[in-house]
């Protein structure tokens, strides 16, 4: 094109629509990669380098004893990520690898040993905190309140706990390098503050006193509370009214007490308390996936974190970035449909009669554990059984077994398969005949 035209030519992005928004990031032009993958992988390593630069960042402290990777938290640092292995002492040990191993893949900076409120499970505690930062090499939290597993944790490596309160910080005996998490609240006697000011208030204080003990890596928790009721607006006031009177206190958001209890897709709220956490210098966002509908949070807290320090470190509001966190919907048309005038409409045809394939039947299932879509075919030539992740690939082994009869059969075959492919990647539950996306817009 240079030789026909005489002009430099340089690759472009993948879209066209894309062009204004590259052109406005880049200072130069690439004649070997398209200008949008350029972005992504630059975009990738700048965030794998940003624990490499937190000698730039001086209001916070690092979580992190011996033996692990530190993680800095700040009210100037990106927002972090802490994964909850939820009842943690209930599961085999090779379930917890593997929940913390997922957790990491997902974009996790730390990971939270949850304990079982009422029994006391410290040898099991310490033995999980050992396991998991000896293997993983990630500082590890455990979320009790109970002073026994706190100390059996500690002394077994863990770099954070959650939670002191006031039921039970005079009981625990810490030392300073390891980082704690502060309530308002007072457990034992069933004490929690109800009003906004009075729990930033009680938060502070205790703050002062833990600090004061000898502890000084230390995060304010004020409470984030489910919507309606109690109330989410009126917890997040507490953080407001926390952050007026502490401008540098790491704070921590429980954004699983939001997600957990909604029952609508995950992904915008997360965005959402990682913009918010943002904005007010939360440090470190605790994350479950405890439900089915929170299947894949950790992921979406992890890209939203991205968004949100993108966004502050730009001062502009989080679009237009190179980065987004769109699941179900796209921020553009990338197609133009071609011109159809004059041409004569087919429309669908409902076909009523069933007629089953002389060769077999197939089930089909989706394993967000083994993270497959698995087919089985059960028919003339016997059973086999198909994995994998690709729809696709999976369709195309089972035509070259010559396990398809007929071609209704192969379409049915194909949306299924595409089906599960959709709902492996949104974390959903997969449902033979049924619409993906039916429910409430139907």
């Keep these: 094109v240079e030789e026909q035209l005489g002009v430099p030519v340089f690759k472009g992005p993948r879209y066209a629509c894309d062009i204004p928004l590259i052109l406005k990031n880049f200072a130069s032009l690439s004649k070997e990669e398209a200008l949008d993958v350029v972005l992504a992988r630059l975009r990738d390593e700048a965030w794998s380098k940003l624990g490499e630069l937190t000698e730039g960042f001086h209001l916070g402290f690092t979580i992190g004893r011996v033996d692990v990777e530190p993680v800095y938290v700040g009210v100037d640092g990106p927002v972090r990520v802490l994964a909850e292995v939820v009842d943690a002492p209930e599961l085999p040990l090779s379930k917890v690898i593997a929940r913390t191993e997922y957790f990491l893949e997902s974009g996790a900076d730390m990971i939270d040993i949850g304990a079982i409120v009422g029994k006391d499970n410290s040898r099991k505690i310490s033995d999980l905190v050992h396991v998991v930062r000896e293997k993983f090499r990630v500082p590890v939290s455990v979320d009790s309140l109970n002073p026994a597993e706190i100390e059996a944790a500690v002394e077994a490596g863990a770099d954070m706990v959650l939670s002191l309160d006031y039921g039970n910080f005079e009981e625990v005996k810490l030392p300073s390098d390891v980082a704690v998490t502060i309530l308002p609240t007072n457990v034992k006697k069933g004490e929690i503050p109800r009003s906004p000011e009075e729990r930033a208030r009680k938060t502070l204080e205790l703050v002062k006193e833990v600090r004061g003990a000898g502890l000084v890596k230390v995060l304010a928790d004020p409470l984030l509370e489910p919507p309606i009721n109690p109330g989410i607006a009126n917890s997040l006031r507490s953080y407001f009214f926390f952050r007026d009177m502490d401008e540098v206190t790491p704070l921590l958001f429980g954004a699983g007490n939001v997600t957990e209890f909604i029952d609508a897709d995950s992904v915008g709220v997360n965005v959402f308390l990682a913009l918010l956490a943002q904005e007010l210098g939360v440090a470190v966002l605790l994350t479950t996936e405890n439900s089915v509908k929170c299947r894949g949070c950790v992921r979406e807290v ?51 009669d069933y007629s089953p394939d002389p060769l077999g039947y197939f089930t089909i299932w989706v394993s967000h554990d083994d993270g497959r879509i698995f087919t089985l075919y059960r028919g003339v030539k016997g059973e086999m059984l198909f994995a994998g992740r690709s729809a696709e690939h999976i369709g195309k082994a089972i035509l070259s077994e010559g396990l398809v009869g007929s071609l209704e059969h192969a379409i049915y075959l194909g949306r299924e398969l595409e089906k599960a492919e959709v709902c492996l990647k949104l974390g959903k539950s997969y449902v033979l005949d049924v619409d993906v996306f039916g429910g409430w817009h139907e």
């Design 302 to 352: 992890a890209a939203a974190r991205k968004l949100a320090y993108m966004a502050k470190a730009l001062s502009t509001p989080p679009k237009d970035l190179g980065v987004d966190v769109f699941v179900a919907k796209s921020k553009k048309e990338y197609f133009e449909p071609p011109d159809t005038e004059g041409m004569r409409v087919i429309s669908e045809v409902k076909v009523d």
